[in-house]
């Protein structure tokens, strides 16, 4: 980027009060930011804000950072039409999305960082560490742009794709306030799940936030020795830890939080697992919980294999006859490598080649 780029203001990052001091302070009325807001939140350029004088949009433009992350490459399932996103952003920097399809509405699945520095050994996204958070703005954008490319509502987020959100907080927080604002999207935030790989003070800090979303953490394992092998951050915050705070954020927010486990065959996936995992949630949680499968979307750079269906669902049947709710995952985009991570490693491993 140049230096008059950096210095332009990311407008698209602003909350409403935030936007309506800043027109005010460039000598026009106030209102001029509700109709300002709602336009951005839309995705319209500044020549398509026709209710707004030309004046006011060229002053506007002049003085502010306005690009929607741009569509690099696309895939829709034959399967099931899950479609799948390489976005990207104005450095040049590319992350995925995914827009799924379900009977009561469609989700979209966000990335929240450019890479991710948390090591999990079975995922791709963070393959090559990371590279920066992403704005507030830039988030938003992968809403904004999706929806407009689909030409559909987007009903529901899940913060699941690349990147760990409770590692970019402050950036995290604000997309919420945006998304949710009724000004704009409009998405209700008890239709946004939020992932994270066990940041315990930030899950204390989002609970304070009184923002409803679902606290979705990827567990992966009943005991710290084999989290740790799997998931680094265990080593800081280890399960009994990372347990406490998620009964601590239901008690505060009432929402009962969701449990990832990812099937490994090997590793993760036996019945005596299986019984930990129930005895361990029983013991730490207090509380209701779900536990969601996800039987392992193997990656050739993990080394790492899927269990057969067979043994999932045995699995899950084991959590639930010690009382524990638990579904797996039904699996979308299969046919186009729907989770995150892939399209970003192969484009950057094609553009290593060229060098």
């Known amino acids: 980027m140049t230096s008059d780029v950096q210095q332009k203001t990311d407008i698209l990052s602003m909350t409403p009060d935030e936007m309506k001091a800043f027109v005010v302070s460039m000598g026009e009325p106030g209102y001029r930011a509700g109709q300002l807001f709602t336009w951005l939140h839309k995705g319209a350029s500044f020549g398509e804000m026709t209710n707004l004088p030309k004046a006011f949009r060229e002053k ?3 003085h502010t ?8 490459e696309k895939y829709i399932s034959a399967e099931d039409g899950t479609v799948k996103y390489l976005l990207s952003l104005k450095d040049g920097e590319c992350v995925e999305c995914v827009f799924m399809k379900y009977h009561h509405g469609s989700t979209l699945c966000v990335s929240s960082q450019a890479g991710c520095r948390m090591g999990c ?3 791709a996204s963070t393959l090559n560490g990371q590279v920066r958070n ?26 699941m794709g690349i990147g760990e959100p409770l590692d970019n907080y402050d950036n995290v927080v604000r997309f919420l306030r945006l998304v949710s604002d009724p000004a704009g999207l ?32 990827s567990l992966h394992a009943a005991d710290d020795e084999t989290r740790s092998a799997l998931m680094p951050i265990n080593k800081k915050y280890p399960i009994s830890v990372l347990l406490g705070a998620c ?17 490994i065959a090997g590793k993760n996936d036996t019945p005596a697992q299986a019984d930990a995992l129930a005895a361990v949630l029983k013991k730490e949680m207090r509380c209701p919980c779900h536990v969601n499968l996800i039987p392992l979307n ?3 750079e993990t080394g790492l294999e899927r269990p057969g269906r067979q043994r999932a669902e045995a699995f899950r049947k084991q959590l639930e006859a010690r009382g524990i709710n638990a579904t797996i ?10 989770s995150c991570g892939q399209l970003r490693l192969r484009r950057k491993q094609a553009a290593e080649d060229k060098m």
């Open 121 to 123: 050994r079975f995922c």
């Open 186 to 217: 409009n998405i209700g935030l008890r239709h946004i799940s939020l992932s994270t790989c066990g940041i315990v003070p930030k899950i204390h800090d989002l609970a304070e936030e009184g923002l409803p979303v679902t606290l979705s953490v």
């Open 298 to 300: 193997e990656v050739a």
């Open 134 to 159: 992403l704005t507030a703005s830039e988030i938003l954008g992968q809403v904004i742009t999706v929806g407009r490319d689909t030409g559909e509502r987007v009903d529901g987020i899940v913060m």
């Open 329 to 338: 995952r039904r699996k979308l985009g299969g046919d186009i490598d729907a």
């Open 247 to 263: 009964r601590q954020y239901f008690v505060k927010t009432g929402r009962r939080v969701s449990f990832e486990y990812t099937l």
């Open 65 to 72: 950072d306005w690009r929607l992350p741009q569509i690099e």
């Open 60 to 62: 506007i433009e002049a």
